[in-house]
């Protein structure tokens, strides 16, 4: 038990080492310009031991955003009976908020120097809070293709992004007061024509 206590410490540590490594790599450099074989040299590590633990370049990069949103939807689905999307979202973010990582201020300037890092980032926090508009549009008797539940999706990951990387004390509560009147004030569209302005039926 102590040695397998110990081996996993040991890899803890590793994974840790060639995460940092790499984001502070990637930030002063930039992605691109970034080998595996330059992590492994700032992590103390093999190469073989970078892409043990991560397959690809890509993989490493996104390792830190992807747990991050993983939460985010593991939240939404197991959130307990009777609580709404809207308290939820607000009970993971107080709960980031009070649970900062080591790894978010390198990865903050990575982010910055790669923006199409940030894109890729961006793409995946809006699936993710797609699928919360959706259980929103249930939750509200709303059809998933409603216009309301699409804004406040993208209001929330506005709101999400920005309480991430950079937010003062009362952020959360004001961004919040905002969804929720947001979300009062849309009423679920009607079926029927479609389209931009003038296009529907006269």
Known sequence: ???DSLRERGKA???E???TAAYELFAE???DATSIADIAEAAEVSPRTVTLYFPTK???AMEHFNAFVDELAAALHDRPAGQGILDTVEEWLREQGDSRSKFDGP???MLESNPHLKGLCRERLTDVVQDGARLLAEERGWRPDDL???ILAATVASVIGELTHRSEP???ERAMTFIRAAAATLQPGRSGPTGPPGTGSQ
Request: avoid cysteine; charged fraction near 40%.
């Open 107 to 109: 990865y903050d300037r």
């Open 148 to 150: 309301a539940p699409r």
């Open 13 to 15: 540590r590793r994974r």
């Open 29 to 31: 450099r930039g992605f």
């Open 1 to 3: 038990m102590v040695g």
């Open 17 to 19: 080492a060639i995460l």
């Open 170 to 172: 009362g952020d959360l």
């Open 58 to 60: 890509l993989e490493l």
